[in-house]
């Protein structure tokens, strides 16, 4: 079946834009997780979904940074006014149940975002 | 608060040597899921491994076994006879699961590179 599907899978835009970064997650996965890796380094928790809701947004690292999940499916992350430290890998990744401690994350490929 | 050390950034070994890689992790939580991930060079990470709090028992599937132990806090991963296609970066990750968190908490990773 389809894995996690995230797009772009590359987007380069200037300082100051504003970037929308998009996770269709496993079709019935209820829990989406939205990751940061920058240049070799491990992955950053931003934000984790349950259904529409997110009880969990204690990574987002500044308000230029939300995120919203739809019909309990595609979400999106969106960074206002893009400054060079956000450039990383973007990855989401989903689970079947949400709230059930110990379900493996199914990853996407990731967005690559370079900020110039 | 939680933390996942790999302290091994880079390794390299020769085919068919066995190879271990370090995880080791701190928590106060008794509640709590490790797990290995492997990201071959296209970028997309693998679900390898899971492993509770309550169950030390060690697991072996083909070449690949993991040794977990509480009283070091560690959780590491040996390779038997590598073989190229183990080439990838190894991320090791906890979750914690008294506080209802369902984030994972990444290791920095370690680049296995098997030289054939």
């Known amino acids: 079946g389809a894995g996690v599907s995230q797009s772009p899978s590359n987007k380069v835009t200037e300082k100051g834009k504003d970037v929308e970064l998009r996770c269709d997650p496993i079709?019935?996965?209820?829990?989406l997780y939205w990751y940061r890796q920058r240049l070799g380094q491990g992955l950053e928790f931003l934000i984790y979904?349950?259904?529409?809701?997110?009880?969990?947004k204690s990574g987002l690292p500044s308000d230029r940074f939300s995120a919203e999940r739809t019909g309990e499916s595609v979400s999106t992350l969106t960074i206002q006014r893009t400054q060079q430290e956000d450039s990383a890998v973007y990855l989401c990744?989903?689970?079947?149940?949400?709230?059930?401690?110990?379900?493996?994350?199914?990853f996407g490929d990731g967005t690559r975002l370079s900020i110039l | 608060a939680q933390k996942v050390t790999q302290a091994q950034t880079e390794i390299s070994v020769v085919e068919k040597e066995d190879v271990t890689l370090d995880c080791v992790y701190e928590?106060?939580?008794?509640?709590?899921?490790l797990f290995w991930y492997k990201q071959p060079p296209s970028g997309e990470l693998v679900f390898l491994i899971r492993?509770?709090?309550?169950?030390?028992q060690n697991e072996i599937s083909g070449r690949y076994s993991w040794n977990f132990q509480k009283s070091t806090s560690s959780f590491n991963f040996t390779i038997t006879a590598s073989q190229v296609v183990d080439s990838a970066v190894y991320f090791c990750?906890?979750?914690?699961?008294?506080?209802?968190?369902?984030?994972?908490?990444f290791g920095s990773g370690t680049r296995l590179q098997v030289q054939p």
């Open positions: 990744a989903s689970s079947p149940l949400g709230g059930v401690i110990g379900q493996p994350q199914h």
């Open positions: 079709s019935g996965h209820t829990a």
């Open positions: 979904f349950q259904g529409n809701s997110a009880p969990d």
């Open positions: 928590t106060r939580d008794t509640t709590y899921y």
């Open positions: 492993r509770n709090s309550f169950d030390e």
């Open positions: 990750a906890l979750e914690e699961g008294d506080t209802g968190r369902r984030a994972l908490t």
